[in-house]
């Protein structure tokens, strides 16, 4: 993929490093980020939030949610 963001395809990582990938690269500063996790306790939705997530869905997503979660973001993109 010619003028993507290769350090995002070079190998698995996790939400939060792909989340301060996006957020130093300057062509992808604007898109929106939802984490989707099952570390659902409050201090995990809480330092997501903080870190930079625009929503926080914990596993098992509810489709409601995963909807309004989606079109927050897209309102945002």
Do not use: C, W
């Amino acid at each position: 993929m010619p003028g993507g963001l290769p350090a995002l395809r070079s190998h698995h990582r996790g939400g939060l490093e792909v989340l301060q990938l996006l957020r130093t690269d300057p062509r992808a500063q604007h898109i929106p980020v939802l984490a989707i996790s099952a570390n659902a306790m409050p201090s995990d939705i809480k330092d997501g939030l903080e870190a930079g997530f625009q929503h926080y869905l914990a596993k098992p997503v509810r489709v409601d949610e995963l909807m309004h979660s989606l079109n927050f973001a897209l309102d945002l993109a």
